[in-house]
Nanobody, 121 residues
Framework: QVQLVESGGGLVQPGGSLRLSCAAS????????MGWYRQAAGKQRELVAT???????HYADSVKGRFTISRDNAKKTGYLQMNSLKPEDTAVYYC???????????????WGQGTQVTVSS
């Protein structure tokens, strides 16, 4: 059974930083792209950043220069370093990954349960 578990959310003041983690567990054969999405109250879920297995990254314009996505393939973990946080970054942040397990033999899309990030003074 493959699972993604996020951690690292919380309450932070404007201008502050947080680091989110996304740990994949289970009988995992391979992880392709990993990504972070967010959903603010009353809004649709939106892409924040993605990273390929080779390390190529893509960011939403709203977070470029402030957020950094990374991954540790050996630990099967992805990260999102968030700096210079703004109130409009407040949302539930979700981890997403394309994972092939030993049981399935093909890639499937998985989501974590989400972690709340609140930016407020």
């Amino acid at each position: 059974q493959v699972q993604l578990v996020e951690s690292g959310g919380g309450l932070v003041q404007p201008g502050g930083s947080l680091r989110l983690s996304c740990a994949a567990s289970g009988t995992i054969f391979s992880i392709q792209a990993m990504g972070w999405y967010r959903q603010a109250a009353g809004k649709q879920r939106e892409l924040v950043a993605t990273i390929t297995s080779g390390g190529s990254t893509h960011y939403a314009d709203s977070v470029k220069g402030r957020f950094t996505i990374s991954r540790d393939n050996a630990k099967k973990t992805g990260y999102l370093q968030m700096n210079s946080l703004k109130p409009e970054d407040t949302a539930v942040y979700y981890c997403n990954a394309e994972i092939a397990s030993y049981s399935s033999g093909y890639y499937r899309n998985y989501w974590g349960q989400g972690t709340q990030v609140t930016v407020s003074s």
